[in-house]
């Protein structure tokens, strides 16, 4: 199941695992694969949440999505290879893919996740709408710098200056 | 103190509800066991030998009386009468059950307080010297600090997923309280040499548990302003480079260790000199709102001595000797702060019973203007008694049990829940706490020890610091049997040093007589006025390790 903030959507991406298609520019490529093709045009990467923010640089300006694959979802280093790759400009788009549960998804947004890919095990035993429901459960946040969501010092800031 | 405005009081709810969500979805099984443990454990909820522990936070040891008599309402109503205070200034519970996890939140939330984060790999409470804003020695009150890390870690979208636990302690005094260098993060107030401006010194890479290391410093100096920026920068170094190969070695110490604190500042550093710092430090308006609620109160003038306390203390001679042991300097003159020690010769430290909660609310409203603190030795604060009002606040704690006069003393021990709670605990250590207590009960013996600290874990995972005490005793499990493995030199305050362990395992019934031993050498060794650690430190572990092994053969010799 793939979902972003609104909810539930269709995949336009070709796994690795999927038959190859001739249509190649919405291909998904594992990192491992990446490096080797050397007339690769796909523009789509998955990459382990180990890689150096380094090595990505050469390719953050030819790709349109950079999905980080999470193990486990008690492995966090995901969070922050993504901060680090808005850091670095990236706009397109960010997926997280991997197990993550719904309680995560507001953070995985905040950090500059736009999506959340999980298995259909997952996704069966936790459809959309608790995505959603779990991803609105602060109306406010008070870290300043994260992506999306009301900042809690900001809207102090607000109220004093209303005074 | 600090209080909630309608920001943080909306985020404690919402917390509270969306908890009450998880637990919901774990009953109905859309949440697995696995998915669900590190949300309860966030939520201060821990699976024990027994039932549920509910761990709830008092963050840097500050409480009002209406949030004790908040405890003392839930262990009536949701445990058995008493709640256990913790080394890191949290209150546990040993008896609640999951389905009630969520009210008991609730009620927390009604007084301003929460389990945030008390639990998990994540920012754990945060800590702070227990005589923040009263002591003579300080060069600020540590807490406003604290109380803005609490807000950014709460939550935290970053760092809620860490590689394990991640523990931040501050001081803002020069005698270090507040055991800074053995926490992940330990920040230490500092002022400029050349400007005077207030700042830190950052202390990363300390820890206790099966790989003891007392922290290092990675900045000399931290200007105040730019402190969060600066920790995102450390935690996004941790989260992304500390190990999650093994859990043992997952801590940021061991990251800190094998690479070398120089790897870990260059990292550090590069990645805080890369940062916007201006889009996360809050701005100085938000500081000064938190700092404003910690402004002093309005103390009374006082002549520094009080005729009323003396003449007292000359009728009274217990009450003069809890006077001097309990008492500690104020820095506003004819006050005192007293520290209230919950180690009653035979009971269990750091344990406190709902009538003793009450009562002891009561005394803070009355003799200390509705605030006490908690402090990571297991003991109660009472920060701001007149003087002249402390014989009557004794008479007072007496009728509870709550007069002993032990602070610092070897009787004041401390331990962690050990085997007859954790489910972690390869031996007991509340028993044995006991059984040293009252070894060394008579009064006059203790005072002529003097200052000496006692820790018990009931496990290597040290929860009770035998390391960095004076004498420090670890339980541990040999062939099914209890065995104690006995410290020395351990030092918990700015000279942090970890114990060295001086001889074979005991039995528990044997411990008791080997302190003895120690503190015989002690006696026969010490220099006028020398307290029991600096004679350790002068004369070494030699003459304490042959009379520690004349103990061990005299049992064997006795047993066969
Ligand atoms: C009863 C349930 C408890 C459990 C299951 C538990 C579990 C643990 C574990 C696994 C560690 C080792 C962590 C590591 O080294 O990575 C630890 C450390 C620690 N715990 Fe506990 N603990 C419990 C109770 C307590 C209590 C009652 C206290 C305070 C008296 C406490 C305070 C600490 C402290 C201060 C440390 C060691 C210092 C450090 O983090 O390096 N814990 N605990
Ligand atoms: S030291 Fe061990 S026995 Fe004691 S509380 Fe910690 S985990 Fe439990």
């Known amino acids: ?163 | 103190m600090y209080r909630y405005d309608e920001f943080d009081e909306r985020f404690v709810r919402e917390r509270v509800e969306q908890f009450r969500d998880e637990v919901a979805r774990r009953l109905d099984g859309s949440l697995t066991e696995d998915e669900f443990r590190p949300l309860r454990l966030k939520n201060g909820l821990y699976l024990q030998l027994h039932a549920y522990m509910l761990r709830i936070a008092i963050p840097y040891g500050t409480l009002s009386s209406r949030q004790l008599r908040q405890l003392a309402l839930i262990a009536d109503r949701y445990d058995r009468g008493y709640g256990h205070f913790t080394t890191r200034q949290n209150i546990q519970f040993n008896w609640p059950k999951l389905r009630d996890a969520p009210d008991i939140l609730g009620l927390l939330a009604d007084v301003e307080m929460h389990c945030i984060q008390t639990s998990g790999n994540c920012i754990r409470n945060v800590t702070a010297d227990h005589f923040a804003g009263v002591a003579a020695d300080e060069i600020d009150d540590p807490r406003p600090v604290c109380e803005l890390i609490r807000q950014w870690s709460s939550a935290h979208p970053e760092f809620s997923y860490l590689p394990r636990k991640f523990k931040i302690a501050v001081t803002g005094a020069l005698h270090d309280r507040a055991v800074v260098k053995a926490h992940d993060i330990g920040l230490r107030m500092v002022r400029d040499r050349e400007t005077s401006a207030k700042g830190f010194e950052v202390i990363v890479g300390g820890g206790l548990g099966r790989t003891p290391f007392v922290g290092k410093v990675i900045r000399d100096f931290l200007p105040e302003d730019e402190l969060l920026a600066y920790l995102e920068a450390i935690m996004r170094v941790y989260n992304l480079e500390g190990r999650r190969d093994n859990k043992y070695k997952a801590r940021v110490k061991i990251l800190v260790h094998e690479i070398g604190v120089e790897a870990f500042r260059e990292k550090v550093e590069a990645e805080y000199a890369r940062l916007d710092v201006a889009s996360i430090n809050p701005d100085p308006a938000e500081v000064e709102r938190i700092a404003a609620y910690f402004a002093p109160p309005a103390y009374e003038k006082l002549p520094a001595q009080s005729t009323a306390l003396d003449a007292a203390m000359k009728l009274n001679p217990a009450f003069a000797e809890w006077v001097e042991i309990n008492g500690f300097e104020h820095k506003a003159p004819g006050y005192v702060a007293v520290t209230v020690s919950l180690k009653g010769i035979g009971e269990v430290p750091g344990d406190m019973t709902s009538d003793q909660m009450r009562h002891f609310a009561d005394l803070t409203d009355r003799f200390s203007l509705g605030e006490l603190r908690v402090s990571h030795n297991q003991n109660l604060i009472l920060p701001d008694v007149k003087k002249k009002d402390l014989f009557p606040l004794w008479q007072e704690l007496g009728k509870f049990g709550l007069a002993t006069a032990n602070v610092g003393l070897i009787t004041d021990i401390i331990a962690c829940p050990g085997l007859d709670y954790c489910s972690l605990a390869t031996a007991r250590s509340i028993p044995i706490a006991q059984a040293i207590a009252t070894r060394f009960a008579d009064p006059v013996r203790q005072r002529d020890i003097g200052p000496l600290n006692l820790n018990i874990s009931g496990c290597i995972n040290a929860c009770g610091h035998h390391h960095v005490g004076h004498i420090g005793i670890l339980g541990l499990e040999k062939r099914g049997q209890e065995s104690y493995q006995i410290t020395l030199g351990g030092d918990s305050s700015e000279d942090a040093a970890i114990g060295d362990v001086i001889g074979p395992g005991l039995t528990g019934d044997a411990v008791p007589g080997a302190i003895e031993r120690l503190v015989a050498i002690y006696l026969q060794e010490r220099r006028e006025g020398e307290p029991f650690i600096a004679t350790v430190k002068r004369i070494g572990q030699a003459p304490f390790k042959a009379a520690f092994q004349h103990y061990v053969e005299g049992l064997r010799d006795h047993a066969a």
């Open chain 1, 1 to 163: 199941m793939l979902l972003d903030a609104r909810g539930a959507k269709d995949d336009v991406w070709i796994k690795p695992d999927q038959v190859p298609q001739v249509q190649a520019s919405h291909r998904l490529v594992l990192w491992e694969d990446w490096a080797g093709d050397s007339e690769v045009q796909a523009r789509g990467v998955e990459i382990p949440n180990t890689l150096k923010i380094g090595d990505l640089l050469p390719i953050l300006g030819q790709v349109e999505l950079i999905a980080i694959r999470f193990g486990a979802f008690t492995d966090g280093r995901g969070f922050s290879l993504a901060r680090l790759i808005r850091a670095q400009g990236y706009k397109g788009t960010l997926r997280a893919t991997g197990p993550l549960i719904p309680d995560q998804f507001a953070y995985a947004l905040r950090c500059g996740f736009d999506e959340v890919e999980v298995p259909d095990a997952n996704a069966n035993r936790q459809p959309p709408d608790v995505w959603l429901r779990a991803a609105r459960s602060f109306s406010a946040n008070y870290q300043r710098g994260y992506a999306t969501g009301v900042n809690i010092l900001d809207q102090r800031r607000l109220a004093r200056a209303g005074r």
